[in-house]
């Protein structure tokens, strides 16, 4: 900005293109005016020093004349050369101040000249000579306030050093004019120094004033500029551009770029940045608002000013710091721009090479270029969503008409024609509502129009006619667009073709509410339908009847013959159940091999029984697969409306019930619901609500049982057992909540707990006492099928440990050797490359198949403990148990007997061969801190042969052993 202009010989230099604030421009144009007067002040004053020179030879000694003469002309001529490299080089504003101290330092060079010269030329004995030296300092000191008042430092500096040595000397003069004269020289003084006070307030008041009539006129101008680019439809990239070019021109110093937020609020994006590095302005891109990224992102999140005068230690941006410094840039001040709804809009950024705080004008001069960015992006967008309107009017795909206030068509677009067949040739002029709607009747019609005029807009479903004769249903959205007095002055009508929504929403709710194999209703409308019964048989007092139908052995087909057989015989089993009911009941799939059935208005609840009867009459014929066929029954749960609950939900949940009773009560039967069902049912709830609190707040443990070597006595495995206490003291039977967990899906949380429990233990007891100490663990056919197919298995888990794998033998039951769908042989070989050992548990009271024992690699068998309580009087157990210890070792397997409570079972297992055995009589489970001393107890006795060992833990524990 131009704050005054550059003159001629004289004249002040541009102090208007500056990046300094107003203070910074007046004190360079002070320090112009001081300058520039110096050439001719100065003369005056060599003419004034040689006048005194001359007219004080004789009278003072020529030595003393000569030497203050040469020193106030050097000082003098110093000030002449610094004046005129001052006018030569014309430095910006903001480098003005070393010429200010300059010109002080001068000023006040020639105070003590002055002041010297004064002190030195007092001729004590003349009265004359004493006047003409008070004359001419009082003279340069008048002319100081009339050319250095623009600098109120030099003035002062220069009047008082003058001055005060001819005070000094009119002081002690004996002359009797000397007191006269002191007075009017101070009086002079103290008048000359308001004065010059009075001049320099007057210079500033007269610069800022000028200073802000220039900034307002430029900003005026710039704005003016930028809406003429608005307004002649230049893009919004070239209107900020001109922003930014507006900006610097008024601040050089600065780089400034604009943000602008998209859309979606989610990042900002270079909207105009000419002065910024292109690998910079490629780093602002996509910058995302937050409170941790930078001044911009601060500024765009936080919707304030944000202020960096100092990137390099700035706290609040450690994460960009170097990449801005990199560039060059040292300070950001991030304004965002805000629109009139008090939307951000993007940001404006200010950035300077060196470390810079604004102070109150360079603010407000940001403010002032955020508000002009956000009248150039509001216009700017208000202008491209017009010509955007214009184009979609002309390309949508949706039909338009632009009717006046009557509805008489003014405007179709191509769509309209495309629909309807109407050309705008052939419709402009006519009603829309006579011709291309079809409303149904007058009293719709009038409804309709009624609407339009209350609320200025309508949308609903209308049929709407084409040229040819044909209709279509169409969403129509009438909308009233008010002119310049406030009324109606055209509507829009737009028109949605839904012929392509209304078959998709058939289609839709058709797979939203059947099954889309057997055309059965599914889940949701049963229940609908299901709520209808219920309310009705409140409303007319009669029963419903709610049938779960549960096909026996359903998995079995699909894992033998395949899905596409089992979806013929789903097919069949649908087709039976409809035969065996009326046509107002409904039937549903519920899922894969499960049906229910709402019946309604039952004359009796015997009639319940016979249609059951009826239904597993007809499931229990073959079902013709192809060329295959097979038998499957079916178990029913029936729950009655009102007796048994009285909403939809629990009337299904308790038919489930009574279906899994029907199940467990051997299959292919039905079964009514009891309160006893609901009984097992909550307790089941609070138990697995239980046991997810207790995982989740570890209240398990682990207890540990010695597996002891036959052949020596020695404690050689421990099997791992899980246990499960209650916060109030009470032991959970796992025969209670492990099947539970299995069903939940708990068990593969708790069985990773149990071996990382269990591994970290074995790992402490191979150090102490026996590298080649074996742990047992269980594991639930659910974990290994889950680490076959899609989880972390056994050896991923003991690699985590870090023991090797022979520290670690396996448990599984016989049911997941034959199991067809555990795929347990890829399991097994897995175990056996990474050395962990396998052993099946409960042997002899499952499947029993020699077939799997040799198909699969099997480490050991544990003999049930039913086999082993009667040994001593049941000759078949004996002969059992000695058959199975036998093939057990041909196969190379090696046995350990569960359950042994007795010496006597002990010595016979020795006799007929076994290799390990555990029970009670060895030790009941303990905690592992326990074990561990039966393990030191072990080692203390060097090898000798437990017997029991309960005893002794008993008395340890009495005495107060650890």
């Known amino acids: 900005m131009t704050l005054v202009a550059e003159q001629g010989e004289g004249g002040m230099h541009n102090v208007g293109r500056s990046d300094a604030p107003a203070e910074v421009l007046i004190r360079a144009h002070r320090a112009g005016v001081v300058l520039s007067a110096l050439p001719f002040t ?9 006048f005194l020179a001359s007219t004080h030879w004789g009278v003072v000694e020529s030595r003393v004349l000569l030497f203050w003469l040469g020193v106030v002309s050097l000082v003098n001529l110093a000030r002449i050369v610094l004046a005129l490299a001052y006018r030569k080089i014309m430095p910006q504003p903001e480098h003005s101040l070393p010429w200010e101290r300059l010109s002080l330092f001068g000023a006040l060079l020639a105070g003590v000249a002055w002041g010297a010269g004064a002190y030195l030329l007092f001729v004590e004995q003349s009265v004359a000579h004493q006047a003409m030296l008070a004359f001419v300092i009082a003279g340069l000191c008048a002319g100081a306030v009339a050319t250095m008042s623009a600098h109120i430092l030099s003035v002062a500096g220069f009047i008082v050093l003058a001055t005060l040595p001819l005070l000094y000397r009119f002081a002690g003069s004996a002359q009797e004019l000397a007191t006269p004269m002191t007075v009017m020289l101070a009086l002079f003084i103290l008048m000359l120094l308001p004065t010059s006070a009075r001049f320099y307030g007057n210079l500033n008041d007269m610069l800022r004033e000028r200073y802000v009539r220039q900034c307002l006129q430029r900003r005026e101008t710039a704005r003016s500029a930028v809406l003429e680019l608005v307004a002649s439809g230049a893009p919004l990239k070239q209107v900020l551009e001109r922003v930014v070019r507006e900006a610097e021109e008024e601040r050089p110093a600065s780089r400034v770029g604009i943000l602008l937020l998209d859309d979606g609020g989610r990042c900002l994006r270079v909207g105009a940045a000419p002065s910024l590095p292109e690998e910079y302005r490629q780093a602002l891109d996509d910058l995302r608002p937050g409170a941790d990224m930078g001044p911009c992102g601060v500024a765009a999140f936080e919707k304030r000013r944000f202020i960096a005068e100092d990137l390099s230690g700035h706290p609040d941006w450690v994460s960009g710091r170097q990449a801005v410094m990199h560039f060059g840039l040292a300070a950001c001040w991030s304004e965002p721009v805000v629109a009139t709804d008090g939307s951000v809009l993007g940001v404006l950024a200010v950035f300077h090479a060196q470390p810079h705080k604004p102070d109150e004008e360079e603010l407000e001069w940001v403010e002032n270029m955020s508000r002009l960015a956000s009248i150039a992006i509001e216009r700017g967008r208000a202008s491209e969503t017009t010509r955007l309107a214009a184009l979609v009017y002309q390309n949508s795909s949706e039909a338009m008409i632009v009717t006046d206030a009557r509805g008489r068509v003014l405007a179709v677009n191509a769509a309209f024609s495309e629909h309807t067949g109407w050309t705008s040739e052939a419709i402009i002029g006519s009603l829309a509502e006579a011709l291309v709607f079809d409303v149904g009747n007058d009293q719709a019609a009038k409804a309709l129009r009624s609407a339009v005029l209350a609320n200025g807009r309508w949308q609903g479903e209308l049929e709407c006619r084409r040229l040819d004769g044909g209709a279509f249903p169409a969403w129509v959205t009438i909308d009233s667009i008010g002119g310049d007095d406030g009324r109606v002055s055209r509507r829009v009508i737009l028109l ?4 392509e929504k209304k078959e998709a929403d058939a289609l839709i709710w058709s797979q ?59 097919v069949e089993a649908a087709r039976r159940l409809r035969a065996c009911l009326r046509d107002s009941d409904t039937v549903a799939r519920l899922a894969a091999d499960e049906f229910a059935i709402a019946m309604g208005e039952l004359p009796s609840v015997t009639v319940i029984g016979r249609i059951c009867e009826e239904i597993i009459s007809s499931f229990n014929r073959p079902f013709k697969l192809g060329d295959e066929e097979v038998f499957v029954s079916a178990s029913i749960g029936i729950s009655v409306f009102p007796d048994d609950a009285t909403d939809a939900e629990a009337l299904l949940g308790h038919a489930e019930q009574a279906m899994y009773a029907a199940k467990q009560g051997g299959r292919n039967r039905f079964s009514f619901f009891t309160r006893g069902m609901q009984e097992a049912a909550l307790h089941r709830a609070r138990m697995l609500k239980d046991l997810r609190h207790a995982v989740s707040h570890n209240q398990f443990s682990l207890h540990y049982q010695p597996i002891v070597d036959l052949a020596d006595g020695r404690i050689r495995k421990a099997e791992a057992l899980l246990r499960w206490q209650r916060p109030c003291g009470d032991m959970v039977d796992p025969a209670q909540f492990v099947p539970l967990a299995e069903e939940s899906g708990l068990i593969h949380e708790i069985g990773a707990w149990v071996f990382r429990e269990a591994t970290e233990r074995l790992r402490i007891w191979r150090a102490r006492y026996d590298h080649r100490f074996q742990v047992s663990i269980n594991k639930s056919p659910l974990e290994l099928l889950a680490a076959t197919r899609e989880g972390m298995d056994v050896v991923e888990q003991l690699a985590l440990s870090g023991l090797a794998g022979e520290g670690v033998a396996i448990e599984i039951t016989e049911g997941v050797l034959v199991d067809p769908a555990s795929n347990i042989n890829d399991t097994l070989l897995r175990l056996r490359d990474a050395g962990v050992q ?39 157990d004996l002969v059992l148990a000695e058959a199975i210890i036998v093939m057990a070792h041909k196969l190379g397997f090696k046995v350990i007997a569960e359950g042994v409570e007795s010496e006597a079972q002990r010595d016979i297992l020795c006799q007929i061969g076994c290799d390990y055995a555990q029970g009670y009589l060895f030790s009941r489970p303990v905690p592992a801190d326990d074990f561990d001393l039966l393990l030191q107890r072990e080692s203390a006795l060097s090898g000798a042969r437990l017997t029991t060992i309960e005893g002794g833990l008993a008395k340890r524990r009495q005495g107060g052993g650890s």
């Open 838 to 876: 396998v052993a099946i548990d409960d042997f002899g009271t499952g499947y029993s198949s020699l077939a799997y024992l040799k198909r699969f690699d099997i480490d050991y068998l544990k003999i049930d403990k039913s086999f082993i309580r009667n040994l001593e009087a049941d000759a078949s």
């Open 496 to 499: 949605s073709d839904m012929t």
């Open 42 to 50: 100065m003369l005056v004053s060599l003419v004034l020093a040689g």
């Open 512 to 570: 939203a509410n059947y099954d889309s194999l057997t055309g059965m209703p599914n889940r949701r409308l049963f229940v609908d339908r299901l709520l209808h019964a219920i309310k009705s048989a409140r409303r007319d007092r009669h029963q419903v009847a709610v049938f779960v139908v549960d096909l026996d052995r359903f998995k079995a087909v699909n894992e033998t013959l395949g899905h596409r057989h089992g979806d013929i015989l789903l």
